[in-house]
């Protein structure tokens, strides 16, 4: 290889050596950006008409003890993440619980931003199901469920 062909050379092999350090340097550095969050599947306007128009809720670390334990009436927490295919599957199903049910209360709670309470609650796998009353969970259940077997979980 004579000089000028390796000086040739070196344009290219060094335009790629900086594109994929840039890349690199873009992976470790700029910030995946945030989960979205849960959007009903009801439509603006339904949600508008609807009885469960906040029906459903979320509580995080700050409201958790108030929509939680302090709840006069029972409580279903869906442990859930965005990205869970099964916890996208329950959604319907609690929505529609969270109309037929009106005594009781429906909250989700998501994991990778309240870790806290993840982890607290052991957490290890979702979605996960418990159901509070007076502050105690009174019922447990790991992975989907019909509206027969959520609705068993508050022994009714």
């Given at each position: 290889?004579?000089?000028?062909?390796?000086?040739?050379?070196?344009?290219?092999?060094?335009?790629?050596?900086?594109?994929?350090?840039g890349?690199?340097?873009?992976?470790?550095?700029?910030?995946?950006?945030?989960?979205r969050?849960y959007?009903?599947?009801?439509?603006?306007?339904?949600a508008?008409?609807?009885?469960?128009?906040?029906?459903?809720?979320?509580?995080?670390?700050?409201?958790?003890?108030?929509?939680?334990?302090?709840?006069?009436?029972?409580?279903?927490?869906?442990?859930?993440?965005?990205?869970?295919?099964?916890?996208?599957?329950?959604?319907p199903?609690i929505?529609?619980?969270?109309?037929?049910?009106?005594?009781?209360?429906?909250?989700?709670v998501?994991?990778?931003?309240?870790?806290?309470?993840?982890?607290?609650?052991?957490?290890?796998?979702?979605?996960?199901?418990m159901?509070?009353?007076?502050?105690?969970?009174?019922?447990?259940?790991?992975?989907?469920?019909?509206?027969?077997?959520?609705?068993?979980?508050?022994?009714?």
């Open positions: 290889m004579g000089r000028n062909s390796w000086k040739a050379a070196q344009g290219p092999a060094l335009f790629v050596f900086m594109v994929l350090l890349a690199a340097l873009g992976w470790f550095f700029i910030p995946e950006p945030p989960p969050p959007v009903s599947k009801t439509t603006t306007d339904e508008a008409n609807s009885a469960t128009a906040g029906r459903v809720r979320y509580a995080g670390n700050a409201t958790f003890s108030q929509e939680v334990l302090s709840s006069p009436v029972p409580v279903l927490v869906e442990f859930y993440a965005d990205w869970c295919g099964p916890c996208k599957e329950l959604d199903v929505e529609d619980l969270a109309r037929e049910m009106p005594q009781a209360r429906f909250v989700k998501n994991i990778d931003r309240e870790t806290a309470i993840a982890g607290f609650y052991g957490v290890t796998a979702i979605p996960r199901l159901v509070f009353r007076g502050g105690q969970v009174v019922a447990d259940h790991t992975g989907s469920a019909d509206k027969a077997r959520i609705k068993a979980m508050f022994g009714s």
